[in-house]
């Protein structure tokens, strides 16, 4: 079992940033890949970006290229997303995954909101 715990979440102006973290526990060790989705209100749920935990390189959707990073801090299990240049098109609640051996595990979620 993997347990996975965002943070980071909340409220940004137009053109803010906001960081998200998603803490990983358990069995992290076979762990091959972390990342995020996203799901507003009446839309399915949006890969929003990837990150192999071995190295490699991160995907992205392409509506937040260039504005948003994922990267991973392994010595501390855990992934980020940073959100820069955000528009109100970013507000969603925000749930980490990680994949291991197979079996796609989540976090309870995070929203952010993006309104002046």
Do not use: H
């Not at 990267?71 to 955000?86: E, G, I, K, W």
């Not at 995954?97 to 993006?114: E, H, I, M, P």
């Amino acid at each position: 079992q993997v347990q996975l715990v965002e943070s980071g979440g909340g409220l940004a102006q137009p053109g803010g940033s906001l960081k998200l973290s998603c803490a990983a526990s358990g069995r992290t060790f076979d762990t091959s890949v972390m990342g995020w989705f996203r799901r507003t209100p009446g839309k399915e749920r949006e890969f929003v970006a990837g990150i192999p935990w071995s190295g490699g390189t991160a995907s992205y959707t392409d509506s937040v290229k260039g504005r948003f990073t994922i990267f991973r801090d392994n010595a501390l299990n855990t992934v980020y997303l940073q959100m820069n240049s955000l528009n109100s098109e970013d507000t969603a609640a925000y749930y980490c995954y990680a994949n291991v051996l197979g079996v796609r595990y989540w976090g309870q979620g995070t929203q952010v909101t993006v309104s002046s």
